[in-house]
Each structure stands twice: as structure tokens, then as C-alpha cells.
């Protein structure tokens, strides 16, 4: 099995940034990407961003595109999410996940972390 801590959330203002953490641990070798997630109070759970662990293709979603950088460190199977120019529509719960490659649905989901955005 795979288990996935993050850490980073907190508050700021708008305008501000925050950097996200997710490690990986257990069975890592079965990763082919992570990925982020977030939930809103009221919202559906949208995916973010992803990256792949092989060569490191990103993709982003419209919402946080020119914003939001993912980044990973394969050696220590880590992932980073930096959040720049934070806007109050961002305040979530964030979610690391990761698809196993073969997978068609994620296989492993970190605890969340909040992120608070004040205007």
C-alpha cells in the first residue's frame, strides 16, 4: 500500500502564497502520478493538477493555470504545489492522491490539508 501525508496548508491573504508537501511512502514503485486535489465547503472535489513521476509532464486545471505550480522530487517521492497569487475562491481542503500505473481511478489519498484564503 501507498500512504501520502501532506503538509503546508494554512491561512493568508489574498494575493499570498503557500507551498503544499506530499510525501509517499509503502509501495511507491506502483506510482505513475500524483496528483492534487481540492474540495470547497459545498463544492465538488476538482483535480488540480497531476504530474507524472517518469518524466515530470504537468497538466493544470483552468482554475489555477499561471497560478499554481506542481513539482515533484522522484527520489524522495515527494510532490510540491505552489500556490501563488491566492485568490479567496482557493480556500479548500487539499487532497494528494496517486494513480497507480495501469489504474484508471486513484489508489491512494492523502488526509487533506486546509487552505484559507482571506480577502
Known amino acids: 500500500q501507498v500512504q501520502l501525508v501532506e503538509s503546508g496548508g494554512g491561512s493568508t491573504q489574498a494575493g499570498g502564497s503557500l507551498r503544499l508537501s506530499c510525501v509517499a511512502s509503502?509501495?511507491?514503485?506502483?506510482?505513475?502520478?500524483m496528483a492534487w486535489f481540492r474540495r470547497a465547503s459545498g463544492s465538488e472535489r476538482e483535480r488540480i493538477s497531476t504530474?507524472?513521476?517518469?518524466?515530470?509532464?504537468?497538466t493544470y486545471a483552468d482554475s489555477v493555470k499561471g497560478r499554481f505550480t506542481i513539482s515533484g522530487d522522484a527520489a524522495k517521492m515527494t510532490s510540491y504545489l505552489q500556490m501563488n497569487n491566492l485568490k479567496p475562491e482557493d480556500t479548500a481542503v487539499y487532497y494528494c492522491?496517486?494513480?497507480?500505473?495501469?489504474?484508471?481511478?486513484?489508489?491512494?489519498w492523502g488526509r487533506g490539508t486546509q487552505v484559507t484564503v482571506s480577502s
Open positions: 509503502g509501495s511507491t514503485w506502483k506510482i505513475c502520478i
Open positions: 492522491a496517486a494513480l497507480y500505473c495501469g489504474a484508471v481511478d486513484y489508489g491512494a
Open positions: 504530474i507524472r513521476i517518469d518524466d515530470a509532464t504537468t
